[in-house]
């Protein structure tokens, strides 16, 4: 069976993985841990441990259970002071780390309550606050803060040195495809590729690296961002040319809902630029991967899935 590895978050890297576990490959997801807001924040200070909700979230989209363990999982306390904002699987990955230790022994435990098949793997097991260097070289700490920040933010660090998860550098090595998935770029994609042995092992494996483009921009971040402009803040950190294959969508989105994101929430729709992708030698795969649910955009992720699932079958030809 061909394996992928995919970095990512929170939501971005979720929507993907509800897609992709419907085919046959082996999937290893490997999720930032440096989330700083809500739920996860209060319990990275109650109880200083590295950030649960994203991970969490990446569990229940790979979970293969019945439907009344998802919203039980999902099941937040809203009317206690003390539980307020907490969700259940949030707590249960805090207690699973207090009984366990670490995330290499709590997250099986979870993984096999929710009927989970490959690994979700936190890119450290350290509890480390993520740190964006502006342009003026301003300092923003955490993930809520980089968000937030009006400036252009041209860096992000961690405040610590740490070290990476080694099951990570295993499955890099092993991977058949390593994919960089749609999501927040300077706060969850990033994060995975800012340690050394992360960025050593995923330029010397000879796999195929495939970016999935988001499909509008993001405040603050990625204002006015083409599709390559993307993939060459990835390959700051990765290294020139590591990106070499994106898949996008080439699909007219509904007028009124561009204008409803530009208005509501400042985002535009990601260009496709295909000469400047050409230049690059960056192979594009473009298809309408949208989908509107609920008004909103999202990556269509049965037809995402099955694009990916291509390059792994014709990379076997």
Do not use: W
Request: glycine share 6%; aromatic share 6%; hydrophobic share 40%.
């Amino acid at each position: 069976m061909k394996k992928i590895i995919i970095f990512g978050g929170g939501s971005g890297l979720s929507q993907m993985l509800k897609g992709l576990k419907l085919f046959p490959i082996e999937i290893t997801a490997v999720v930032s841990v440096s989330d700083n807001g809500g739920s996860t924040l209060r319990l990275r200070k109650d109880f200083n441990i590295p950030a649960v909700g994203d991970i969490s979230k990446v569990l229940m989209a790979m979970s293969n259970t019945d439907q009344d363990i998802v919203n039980l999982m999902n099941y937040r306390f809203k009317q206690s002071k003390t539980l307020g904002n907490h969700s259940i699987k949030n707590l249960l990955l805090t207690a699973l780390l207090e009984q366990k230790g670490d995330f290499a022994n709590a997250i099986p435990v979870l993984a096999k309550l929710l009927d989970i098949e490959g690994q979700v793997l936190p890119i450290t097991e350290d509890n480390a606050e993520l740190i964006g260097i502006t342009c003026d070289g301003q300092k923003i700490y955490g993930e809520t803060g980089i968000t937030k920040c009006k400036k252009k933010i041209k860096r992000v660090m961690y405040d610590k040195d740490i070290n990476a998860n080694p099951e990570v550098i295993e499955a890099i090595k092993e991977a058949d495809l390593i994919i960089f998935s749609s999501g927040s770029l300077l706060t969850s994609i990033i994060p995975n590729i800012i340690l050394d042995d992360i960025v050593k092992a995923i330029k010397e494996s000879k796999a195929p690296k495939l970016y999935i483009c988001n499909l509008v921009t993001q405040p603050g971040e990625t204002d006015d961002f083409t599709v390559s402009d993307h993939i060459k803040v990835l390959n700051e950190y990765l290294g020139e040319g590591t990106i070499n294959m994106v898949l996008a969508n080439n699909v007219e989105i509904p007028h009124e809902l561009v204008v409803k994101y530009a208005t509501e929430e400042q985002k535009d729709p990601v260009r496709l630029d295909e000469p400047v992708l050409k230049k690059m030698k960056v192979r594009t795969i473009k298809d309408k991967i949208y989908t509107v649910e609920d008004g909103y955009l999202r990556h269509d992720t049965l037809k995402t899935a099955y694009l990916v699932f291509s390059i792994l079958m014709e990379n076997e030809k």
